[in-house]
Each structure stands twice: as structure tokens, then as C-alpha cells.
């Protein structure tokens, strides 16, 4: 799965990642068979394993980081790079329960997101007369948790604009680049998860908080987001456009370096190349 | 609602530019994001400023930036010593015509930041989300 040493080896079929909301009736049948599954397994194959990755109980994902303290402290920001490796072998993990599945990407940008929010294909109570896999997950993390998932999304009108996107791909560092789309993306993980009241107590979603929020299924539509637009990034401003220092550092806990994961295509996927909406009338 | 941070006066960082800088940043190091989820607003010269303060240059209104917090719960499990993504973050904002407002003002100013709590993981408090070490002001000539 790892690119060659050259990093210009290229799978001889690639899998299409697309907007969630453009996925047809079978493909979004796939996507939540995949789910549905890998939920009801609790060894490392299952959804709470590879949920409990990011937050509660493994700690690993990284987010603005930095080695050293003090005047010693130099960030290294794996965020991006580590985000796209745990996102593909999850894709592979969830593809091992139906073929037909790949995660698609919620553009929190778009005219329908800005009217309606979360997505319908996540918001939907039930899919085929059983409950929608994408809309709650449980988890089960003992001692802390052992319940469903919850999210108290903000006003549509709050999410980010397609301008600012925009003004994400017109930066040319990737210090500053990787700085800035970190921030839309910290800035929907609390649109999404919000604030609610639950039995009379304040409480916050999912999304919300780093510890919990990789058990909400929408997560992985938000970082493939957040993937595409780097890609996107990478298509204007260079592939390997990132410090020389990151390359051979190890994305842990997954068997990858930096430099595995910077050729989207090495990895065995593309991205759709437009999110066009088409808006049907009933 | 919770409490904000006020700085001192601090330098804007002028060179011989002036206020003819092409870029102004405002950086802030050690920021905690252990706790809950916040966004932190940042106002110039503004030490009143608070959530309902309009959002403009006009109030000083320089940008926010987003924290996501581990939501980690006060007698809960914590990352391991050192693992590097505990650590507390150096965030900065693009700020040029804030900081270009400011300067026109004097060679010093205020930054007010105000955390606004948007996530939170049970037990956290949200009294007070935003632990800093320390804000500078950084202007670029091009």
C-alpha cells in the first residue's frame, strides 16, 4: 500500500471518492452496509476499534502539534499526513465488510449544507427500515462511556463559505496553509458537535472534542473534506510541498511515514473532480 | 461566561516600513487545548471587548482562531508524557489590517481575546477554556 521508494508508483485502479451528497442509491447503500458491519464487530476490525484511535482510549491523532517545551518547543504539525493515513485504512478496513463502499466528503461549503446543515445521507433517522448507521454510532469505552453518540449542530448559516476554502488554496506555504485549513476544521468539529442539554444537564456533542469525536460517523466525511482540500492544495502548490524534516517521520500507530502518504494516488484513490449539486424537485 | 485574557501594551513590531507593512500576523504561544473546545476572538486595543462585541474593525476586531480541545475530563486519562500533540499548540492569526488600524494609533497596543466554548466532553469546565503563555505581534515588509 505504501508508495515505492521513489513515491511514484501509481495502483492500477483507484478508488473515486465523492461528495456524499452526489453518492447514488447503491453507493450510499454500500457506504452504510460497510458501517453497519464494522459496528457490530469488536475486535480490531470493528467501528469502536478504529473510532478509538483518534480520542478515548488511544490518544494518537495529532493537532497542532509540537515536539519540546519552552523556548525548546519547534511545531511539527502531522495533522494533515496523519489524518490521510488514518483515513485510508480505515477505507480499507471498511471496504473488507463491503467492496462497494468509499468514504465520501462533506463540503460544509455547499448550497445544501448552508440550507440544511448536516447532511441528509448523516441526518436521517433511518435508511431501508433500520436505523441510519451514519447518523449515531455507540461507544463503548469503559470506564467513561457506553452510550450513542450525540450531535447539537449550529446554524447552517455559521459554516464556512466557499470563499474562504478559496482563500485556503491561495496560500503558498505549508506552514501557513496547514495552520489555516486546521482552523476551518477545528471550527466545524465544534459547529457540529455544539451544545445541548441531555436529562436536564448541559452537555457537548460528539464532534465536538477530540476525545469522542471519531465515534461520530460524520467525522470521516469532515476529514475527507478536509483530505480533498489538500489534495487540491497539493495540485497547485506542489506534492511534496511540505517540510523535509516531516518526510521520515512515522504516522503512529499505522505502518506509514510521512512520505508514504503524499501521493493520493500511490494510495489507491482519486478524488471526484467536481462537487456540482443538483437540486431535484419533486 | 468565561474569563478572557487581556495583554499588556505589547510592541507592534514596526520596522523602518512604518505602518507600510505588507503582512501582519498575531501569534500566540502555549495554548492549552486539553480542556474544552473554544473559539478565541482577538480584539486590538479593546480590553472591554466580550462575546456580544460586534465582530468589526471598527471595535478592533483583528480575527479568531479555533480550538479543538481533547475535552479531557479533569480525573480522566490523559495523552502520555510527551507524546508530542498534548503539548500546548502555537496558533497565530493573519491580522494586516487590524494590526495596519493599531499602528496608526501608536507603536503599542492591547490584545484582548475573548473564548467563546463550543465543544465540551463531559466534566469539563467552561469557566475558564483559554490557557495562553504569551502573544506577540509580527509585521512582514513583504
Known sequence: MAADKGGSAVATSLLLRKNVSNLSGPELAALRDAYAKMMKITDNRGYNYWSGIHGVPQWFCWHHGRIGNGSNAQPVDLFLPWHRAYLILLEHTMRDQNAGAAIPWWDWTSLESHTIGVPKAFADKSAGGKPNPLRQAHIKVPPQFNRTTRRFPGSPSDLPAPGEVQALLALSSFSDFTSQVQDIHDRIHGWTGGMGVVGGKQVGGDMGTISTAAFDPIFYSHHCMIDRIWYLWQLQHGQNNIPSTYLGMTLTPFPLKVQDVLNIHSLGYEYASASAEVTVHA | ?142
Open chain 2, 1 to 142: 461566561m468565561a474569563k478572557k485574557f487581556v495583554s499588556p501594551p505589547i510592541d507592534l513590531g514596526l520596522g523602518a516600513a512604518g505602518t507600510d507593512f505588507t503582512r501582519a500576523d498575531i501569534h500566540f504561544r502555549g495554548v492549552d487545548h486539553a480542556g474544552p473546545s473554544f473559539e478565541a476572538r482577538v480584539f486590538l486595543n479593546n480590553p472591554e471587548a466580550d462575546e456580544h462585541t460586534p465582530q468589526t474593525l471598527d471595535h478592533g476586531y483583528a480575527g479568531s482562531f479555533h480550538v479543538y480541545g481533547y475535552g479531557v475530563f479533569p480525573e480522566g486519562p490523559r495523552t502520555a508524557a510527551g507524546k508530542p500533540p498534548e503539548a500546548p499548540a502555537e496558533r497565530y492569526i493573519m491580522a494586516t489590517e487590524a494590526v495596519r488600524r493599531a499602528a496608526h494609533q501608536g507603536k503599542k497596543a492591547t490584545v484582548t481575546v475573548v473564548p467563546v466554548v463550543t465543544g465540551m466532553a463531559d466534566g469539563n469546565r467552561l469557566d475558564a477554556p483559554l490557557k495562553l503563555d504569551g502573544v506577540s505581534i509580527v509585521t512582514y515588509n513583504q
